[in-house]
């Protein structure tokens, strides 16, 4: 699905992030990406959704070079990125009304997609992420966790085949961002969409990554990259108790800190 | 505001204004009373007419100077190259106090309503301009960039995000620059016309020594002013609601 082919990214001239890289996402899998902070983890997400271009190499995604953002990526970042002036459900139509103002002209909105096919979606995923109480409030008047939830209520209803996340959960506590990542694996299997998420957090990483690619210190050529089978099998949440996860963010932690 | 307040504070405004006429006791300040006899006698009448002079200067300076400078703004606030470009002009120009301009503007564009309302677009349009731009170059990247990966280019970004973005900042703009965009107007229907509230306030004043009908003239200059200011609130409650709800 996503094909990464000798990618090079720099900050600055000499200061190289990616020199080279290569890396294959297949369709239907469900990666981490993992590192420490200016590792250059959200840059790659974001060369993933064309909002940045990179300076050498390419991205492909289902064959097609990246130069823009691709109408079926969904996009959700820590900050939830909702427009504060609309209402929950207007938020989460605002996906719709930019595919309606352009058309479906297979740059801003898929072609061949109908708008009102699409309609009755808003009302599910509303209801699907428990958002219909707080349908007619403002962002401003949210928990972080619904704010999150109403950014990926509003991803959904455009019906993405791939979902990239960039620290989706970082700024919410604890409860709530272990029950969105149960939510996040629930929805990844019955959606069956291929699903890439940026994280600093170990723990989140062994958690959600059924794969994990693992960036230390720029400039990066070769992926590290971690199985993880037993992540997002059912019951979900029992992962986190088992000695397998244990070692995973162990293994994980050596990895990012070899000092350690 | 609480309207109930607001009535307390005009009623108190008044009785002040009726003990200072009582102690002052001179022509030059007539009680409230007296001023809003004449009023109303005046206002179908000379008064109303020159009201009406007066309201459309200032409604349309106020609407060419939102037509101009709100998409000046959004476009300074989002290109950060134009504005690099353009920012050295309008620190510049900013500052300078634009009322003195008057005079020229008399000689170039004539003695009609052109001059008056250009002089209070001039000095409305960079007061708006400024606010737009901070406030469109505030906007967070992150919005910029989810919105962009739901498929937003150029013109819906400009619709959905940097236009609602900024109605705020230019109904601030508006709510701060009422005042002065009255008090250009007096100052503007000081000269080359026998028309507006100025005039009638000056006339009044300075040539018939009617201190009741000068004062009545006032009335109705803070009346505009006030009643802009309201426009703006009302405006800001319904297109802003989202800054009203905790």
């Known amino acids: 699905m996503i094909s990464v082919r000798d990618l090079s990214f720099a900050y600055a001239p000499g200061q190289p992030v990616f020199s080279g890289f290569n890396w294959t996402v297949n369709a239907g899998e469900l990666w981490a990406v993992l590192g420490p902070s200016g590792c250059g983890k959200t840059t790659l997400l974001y060369m993933l959704a064309g909002l940045r271009t990179p300076q050498g190499g390419q991205v492909q995604i289902n064959g097609q070079v990246i130069t823009r953002p691709r109408p079926q990526t969904g996009l959700i970042l820590q900050d939830y990125g909702l427009l504060p002036w609309a209402t929950v459900r207007a938020n989460v139509q605002l996906g719709l009304r930019l595919h309606r103002f352009y058309g ?13 096919d699409l309609l009755p ?55 709530t961002r ?40 720029p400039p990066i050529s070769e992926p590290l990259i971690i199985d993880n089978p037993g992540a997002g099998r059912e019951p979900r ?24 | 505001m609480n309207r109930r307040a607001l009535l307390f504070a005009t009623l108190a405004l008044l009785l002040c204004w009726e003990a200072a006429a009582l102690l002052l006791n001179k022509d030059v300040l007539p009680p409230p009373t007296v001023v809003a006899v004449t009023f109303f006698r005046e206002l179908p009448g000379e008064l109303g007419k020159h009201f009406a002079a007066s309201f459309y200067r200032v409604a349309v300076s106020v609407m060419v100077s939102v037509a101009l400078a709100a998409p000046a703004g959004l476009v300074l606030g989002q290109s950060k ?88 900042a230019i109904l601030t703009a508006l709510r701060q620059s009422v005042g002065t965009a009255v008090a250009v107007l007096y100052v503007a229907e000081l000269f080359a016309t026998r028309l507006g509230l100025g005039y009638y ?33 009302w405006l800001e409650r319904r297109l802003c609601r989202w800054q009203y709800v905790i």
């Open chain 1, 121 to 175: 979606a808003v009302d599910h995923w509303l209801e699907r992420l428990g958002l219909l109480p707080v349908a007619d409030k403002f962002p401003g008047q949210l928990s972080g966790g619904q704010r999150q939830r109403t950014a990926i209520a509003r991803t959904l209803v455009l019906g993405p085949d791939l979902l990239l996340m960039d620290e989706p959960f970082a700024s919410l506590d604890a409860p």
């Open chain 1, 178 to 217: 272990e029950s969105l990542q149960l939510l996040l694996l629930d929805l990844r299997a019955e959606q069956n969409l291929t699903t890439v998420i940026v994280t600093h957090a170990i723990e989140e990483a062994a958690f959600l990554g059924r794969r994990i690619l693992v960036l230390t210190q």
């Open chain 2, 81 to 168: 190259r134009l504005n690099r470009l353009f920012s050295p002009f309008v620190y510049l120009l900013y500052p300078v106090p634009k009322v003195v301009l008057l005079p020229v503007l008399l000689l170039l564009l004539g003695i009609g309503d052109l001059p008056k309302i250009a002089i209070i677009v001039l000095i409305l349009f960079f007061q708006i301009l400024v606010l737009v731009r901070d406030q469109a170059a505030a906007i967070r990247p992150e919005l910029i960039q989810s919105v962009r990966s739901l498929g937003a280019g150029r013109r819906a970004l400009f619709t959905y995000v940097y236009l609602p973005a900024s109605l705020p």
């Open chain 2, 201 to 233: 306030i000056y006339i009044n004043g300075s040539t018939y020594f009617d201190y009741p009908a000068m004062y009545a003239g006032v009335v109705a200059m803070s009346i505009l002013g006030l009643g802009m200011y309201f426009t703006v609130d």
């Open chain 1, 237 to 260: 949440g029992a992962y986190r108790g088992r000695p397998e996860y244990q070692q995973m963010c162990s293994r994980l932690r050596a990895l990012l800190d070899p000092a350690a």
């Open chain 1, 104 to 116: 479906p002209d297979g740059r801003h909105a898929p072609r061949n997609e109908r708008i009102a």
